[in-house]
């Protein structure tokens, strides 16, 4: 059995292209070249050139041994936060920028949530000189002001998603309709392993070299490439799909996915889309969804804009109906008092999304020799102003 | 299929046919009755019934609107079955339902089918059901159930795919006008003239009905020059927020 | 002819250690044990464990191709902003707080302008459990609040310096005076290659893995170890100490320092301490100073905090004053210009300090076949309200 | 030194030494004078008179306030020079500058010493002018001009060190009461007089006189039972501060 993407699309029951007319030849595009195009070596170098000098790959796997301590096992920190713009978001943003250029594409939109995705989409397109167009919830607009300011300073024109909660989902809704109008020369850099096929696998792809190096750099410390566990936070999922690449289908390695509970799984107020979801469709692709009985779908919450979501990609949606991943929620709650106890007790303030990966040693018991990689997504920057607020700083 | 569908059969009448789309539930929740029997009045030729949802991705602002607003006043497929309900006592052009798959796949794709069989329905629009998921897992429910399953085709779309979709559909082709989510446009150009005298000239099985950005008589007129006949939506919609339900049939005098 | 440090702690006739003595068995204690503790192997293998898996050394060297064709030379970034933290600063504050926990200190405490070196001295702080207290000017705690925010979420105590122009200055000036007071259990990292000896060399010690990774770098890329041009911006001098430390006595590179020129040289609002400065003393070390014929120190001013001090290391004093470095001073329009051109050229938003080092183009001409490396002090997350309030954004 | 300085006469009485700090030109830019005499007339031994800095980073608040003060009110190092223009034909006492080595830099060492030693100056306290730095660079014009420089000594100086800086002064040893910036403390505690204690059991050839956080008779008898005398700072300029230099001659009489 894999876990991974077949031929045509899905996970299991999970995925495929669930896509207007209009975005076919634009999808069927990049499903028939994207696979030779990441293969190309030259493609590779250049790609993997820029991992190297721009984004500062390889990032670090770091023991932290007061959080260890702290946890009463072994963990690891695999250092997403020191990419540069300070998340994993750009390894695939620097892969479709590529991919992009090789399309003989000219404009480039994006969904944001966190405003990370928005952020490094705006920066590999001032690297490559290319027009950028970013959409991105009112709510996470103000809740993420600094990442708006960056993707200003960077040249990007950020635009405002009103509709819905006017989260996530909804710039992507305001995304794919930009698509749809501008068929021919705008690629749509999506932020995660979600969307149509072939995205979520195009997007792990991308970010399968965080577990690459994972594997490489254990086994340099630990004189084994294989961790008990890989625990990783999912909004989409897509720094999770890069933890777990190349463990996907090793089941000696369990593969934690915490998602945000909001004020909690039943409260009303949640982005627990494993908990609360059905197989429904979602921006292209089958795949768990919160959702009402009657199909619509659910406005989600989380005090993190980029766990703020109402589906999960179906990569993870497999992981989950298969019991091959184990998911954990997290409250809002939760997951701050753990960003400030990573804080305290390592020095890293991570980014809220990231931070519900930390809180889950409340929850779940680890054994003293369990050797736990953290996939650290990203930094706090974005969030200082509601770390500040929630703990008044 | 066997027995012949309302559509089958009004696509063979010798005229140019004049399609309505417009949003269950709107502008009031009881209206969708109401207006479906003012349009087969005014002679309008088919009506595409929109199955609201909340995140209508293919879809522009007007018809966004008029589907958050038709599901904040209670609509539901299970009330839109239920306003349907004997709509077949009253009416007798083709009536479609048009809506994204993820409300279908909730009902259960079965059971919809079924319900809609049972109504009197003729096919089925979802744009996010795109021809290779249908056929994948799909085309045998809607067959069993007599249902057409209407597919798109834009600019963009490939000859070799437009034989494609030709050759998998039983009834018309929507011949999306320009490359765009819903909303009537300022006119027609002369792109959209030549995309659709290409496509006529293909020779295709399914006769072409046209859609997207037709708003009255003088696109109308332009639009089914090469075609079948043609569907107006948004500008229909923007008339019935301005007009109320009663209006439809005026707004239909205006492009006949 | 050296350009290092000699026995007595001096750079040709500047540095020293002109301290009140409360401060002396300190300083003497440091003097005498810290180039064997740096030299000792374990320490080494803890600085180089914790550069590589905590602060993400090496730093990429990075060819800006976009830059360089903008300005018609070659040039390399030394990307420091991607440092955990975001500058360079952690380097040295690593270093120091390994060779503070072996002098037995258990207290921190730093001055801090930018609030780099705060945040950076927060984190290691945290890393280590020790207890840190960071003095920052009432203006610059105001300025840049965001890092103000991060000391505080690593739970170091900021205290406000409201002396003077209440920036730079005054925040060491009550750093000393806290180590004055606490002369036992405290070690004050500085921040910067100022300070009395052996302050200066010991901080350009630990910077100076900047360059021997340049060389490295260089070497793999170029076939050439030897730049033409090591470019950085100097505040105390430190980022430039790092970049320049193995070209020092290398003469056929050329070291260029660029300082903040505030709202100009000669407008009185300036920190351009080679062009304004005479020799002086300035906390604890003889360098050049901004001052007055009476030999008060001048308030300086800059739109960056860190670069707002009106000293320069002794170093620097002397690369100055040696004709060995030629020092090239940018106006406060000139660096925000040229911040927002690396950000749309190179998808990198510069710290407003790292962006003067951007503007010398504009005064500065180039061959086109120079090498010139510039080092990319800091990223500018910091300084996103002030580039808002700039270009209105 | 050949001649004997006023400093080293005036050890040699057979007395505690009362010893005051104040800021020149503080409160008023005019009362530097008036104060010296004041001093005197009231029974002082000894006056330090501080140089006011910029960044007086030894000091507490207290005199880093009276400083900026009196730079703010225009005091320089050439004005205070000015005023104390024939300062010896109106005191006697020993008179030592104290400041930041920085305005005696800018001045240039050896014209300010040439300078201290035409009005009659008889030593320099210049905290950040360490034994080191002095004997490397500055003493010899220190002694060309008869000018005792004093050192500092605190808890923390080690013996060795203090042997060292004992070897190098003339004058007597300025013993910080603990290692602190400026500025008066509630008292006296046993760890300070164990201290005073140890310094002066070690049998220096100069004598010591206590500095930091001595306010008033109490804290002055404290300090002076192990030493030659004390001086008081931050005490007086409060003083000062609240009642002005007129006076003065007051606060002395408190001590006294
Ligand atoms: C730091 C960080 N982590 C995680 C996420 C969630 O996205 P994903 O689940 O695709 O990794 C985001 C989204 O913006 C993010 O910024
Ligand atoms: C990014 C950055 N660059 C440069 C400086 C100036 O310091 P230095 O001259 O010591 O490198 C600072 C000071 O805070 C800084 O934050």
């Not at chain 1, 966190?114 to 001032?126: L, M, N, S």
């Amino acid at each position: 059995m894999t876990y991974n993407v077949d031929e045509n699309g899905y996970y299991g029951e999970f995925g495929g292209a669930y896509i207007p007319e209009m975005l076919y030849p634009n999808t069927e595009e990049i499903r028939q070249q994207y696979l030779q195009i990441m293969q190309d070596p030259v493609f590779e170098k250049e790609f993997n050139d820029l991992l190297r000098d721009y984004v500062g790959r390889p990032t670090p796997l770091y023991y932290a041994s007061r959080l260890s301590e702290h946890c009463g096992t072994r963990i690891y920190l695999k250092r997403e936060d020191l990419c540069h713009t300070g998340a994993h978001k750009v390894n695939n943003t620097i892969g479709q920028i590529l991919l992009a250029k090789r399309l003989g594409k000219q404009r480039i939109i994006a969904e944001t949530g966190a405003g990370q995705h928005g952020v490094a989409t705006a920066t590999v397109c001032a690297l490559m000189g290319m027009e950028c167009i970013v959409y991105m919830g009112t709510v996470d607009i103000e809740r993420q002001a600094p990442n708006v300011a960056r993707m200003k300073m960077l040249g990007a024109t950020v635009r405002a998603a009103n509709s819905g909660s006017k989260t996530l989902k909804d710039a992507t809704n305001e995304a794919i309709r930009d698509w749809i109008n501008n068929p021919v020369d705008t690629h749509y850099i999506i932020g995660s392993v979600v969307g149509p096929h072939p995205y979520p696998d195009m997007v792990a792809r991308f970010q399968s070299v965080i577990s690459a190096e994972i594997k490489a750099q254990l086994q340099e410390k630990e004189g084994r490439s294989r961790p008990d566990y890989v625990v990783a936070c999912v909004g989409g999922g897509s720094n999770a799909a890069g933890a777990y690449y190349h463990y996907l289908d090793d089941t000696q390695v369990g593969l934690i996915a915490v998602e945000a509970a909001g004020k909690g799984v039943d409260s009303g107020e949640s982005a627990a889309t494993s908990y609360l979801g059905k197989t429904g469709i979602i921006h292209g692709s089958k795949t768990l969804l919160m959702q009402t009985p009657d199909g619509q779908i659910t406005e989600p919450y989380s005090i993190s804009a980029g766990l703020d979501y109402p589906g999960v990609g179906p990569m993870h949606a497999h992981l989950y109906a298969s019991g091959r991943g184990e998911f954990i929620s997290i409250t809002d709650d939760e997951a701050m008092k753990a960003g400030r106890m990573l804080a305290r007790l390592e020095g890293i303030i991570p980014a809220i999304e990231t931070a519900h990966a930390f809180a889950i040693f409340e929850k779940r018991k680890f054994k003293a020799d369990d050797l736990v990689v953290i996939n650290l997504s990203g930094r706090g920057d974005k969030d200082l102003q509601t770390y500040i607020d929630y703990f008044k700083l | 299929m066997s027995m012949m569908n309302r559509i089958q059969t009004k696509l063979q009448e010798d005229k140019k046919l004049l399609s309505i789309y417009f949003t269950a539930g709107y502008p009031q929740h009881g209206d969708t009755v109401k207006i479906i029997q003012s349009l087969e009045e005014h002679g309008v030729d088919m009506i595409e019934i929109g199955l609201p949802f909340s995140d209508p991705l293919a879809d522009g602002p007007t018809i966004q609107e008029s589907s958050t607003h038709a599901l904040t006043h209670g609509m539901t497929t299970e009330k839109l079955f239920s306003q349907l309900q004997g709509i077949r006592e009253k009416v007798s052009i083709p009536l479609i339902i048009m809506g994204y798959f993820n409300p279908v796949l909730q009902y259960g794709v079965e059971a919809f089918c079924k319900k809609c069989r049972e109504i009197g329905i003729d096919g089925l629009i979802l744009p996010d059901l795109p021809l290779r998921e249908y056929q994948l897992q799909y085309k045998e429910i809607f067959d069993a159930y007599g249902l057409l399953n209407i597919f798109l085709i834009t600019p963009q779309t490939s000859d070799e795919r437009i034989r494609e979709i030709d050759a998998a559909s039983n009834g018309f082709l929507y011949l999306v006008s320009s490359a765009s989510t819903t909303g009537a446009k300022s006119g027609f150009g002369q792109d959209q003239q030549d995309y659709f005298k290409r496509i006529a000239a293909m020779g295709l099985r399914n006769p072409l009905i046209a859609g997207f950005g037709i708003s009255n008589a003088e696109t109308f007129a332009q639009a089914t020059e090469h075609t079948k006949g043609a569907i107006i939506g948004s500008a229909f919609i923007k008339y019935l927020t301005e007009n109320g339900a009663d209006s439809a049939g005026d707004f239909v005098k205006r492009i006949r």
